[in-house]
């Protein structure tokens, strides 16, 4: 099945610096990489999604890079806010052995230090 | 706009008992799924349905059981709790029968199972 790696778990920037977040994934054949922002208490949220034949994306101070190749893709956040604090997930979406669903990394915990 | 609802948030039962979670969105979702979600494990699929008479079991399916009688409601039962089974629970739905769009969290059920 698809394996996912995400790293740092936990990241710290000051106010208004950007952050960037890496994730690996196993499987070639995955052809969908999501991102999620989940606050306490709260279920994960979308933030931005990327598919394998688009190599960037972006929107406003998010944006997200896939490398088919190295098969890691990366969600950077500019300009960052004191909102922006939260766990952040990438997965990927694998189909292999007749099931259907998304591969989450273990997560993030980004911290905005004012 | 109600989008994905679980219930209960909460639920505290003793190793044996059998519970039902519910699940239910008002999107006329084809997709819905469900996920467990453990301190440092990030999300794990339990199993997942493309419209309503089908279901498949994701990659941590063993006890839990799900049906899907309708299209907007999803639910996961315990059939015999066991510790093991503390987690969060998430529901998810996404239009299409794939998983490779915007995936719609609800907010949470936190199980203890004691």
């Known amino acids: 099945g698809e394996n996912v790696e995400q790293h740092p778990s936990t990241l710290s920037v000051q106010e208004g610096d950007s952050a960037v977040i890496k994730c690996t994934y196993s499987?070639?054949?995955?052809?969908?990489f999501p991102w999620y922002k989940q606050e306490l208490g709260k279920g994960p949220q979308l933030i931005i999604d990327i598919r394998s034949n688009v190599g960037e994306k972006k929107d406003q101070r998010i944006a997200v890079t896939l490398n088919k190749t190295a098969k890691h893709f990366s969600l950077h956040i500019t300009e960052t806010q004191p909102e922006d604090s939260a766990v952040y997930f990438c997965a990927a979406r694998y189909s292999g052995g007749g099931a259907d669903g998304l591969t989450f990394g273990k997560g993030t915990h980004l911290i905005i230090q004012p | 706009n109600a989008g994905v609802t679980q219930t209960p948030k909460f639920q505290v039962l003793k190793t044996g008992q059998s519970m039902t979670l519910q699940c239910a969105q008002d999107m006329n979702h084809e997709y819905m799924s469900w996920y467990r979600q453990d301190p440092g494990m990030g999300l794990r699929l339990i199993h997942y349905s493309v419209g309503a008479g089908i279901t498949d079991q994701g990659e941590v399916p063993n006890g839990y059981n799900v049906s899907r009688s309708t299209t907007e409601d999803f639910p996961l039962r315990l059939l015999s709790a066991a510790p093991s089974q503390t987690s969060v629970y998430f529901c998810?739905?996404?239009?299409?029968?794939?998983?490779?769009?915007?995936?719609?969290f609800g907010d949470g059920t936190r199980l203890s199972i004691l």
């Open positions: 499987d070639s054949a995955s052809n969908y």
């Open positions: 998810a739905s996404s239009s299409g029968t794939l998983s490779n769009q915007p995936q719609h």
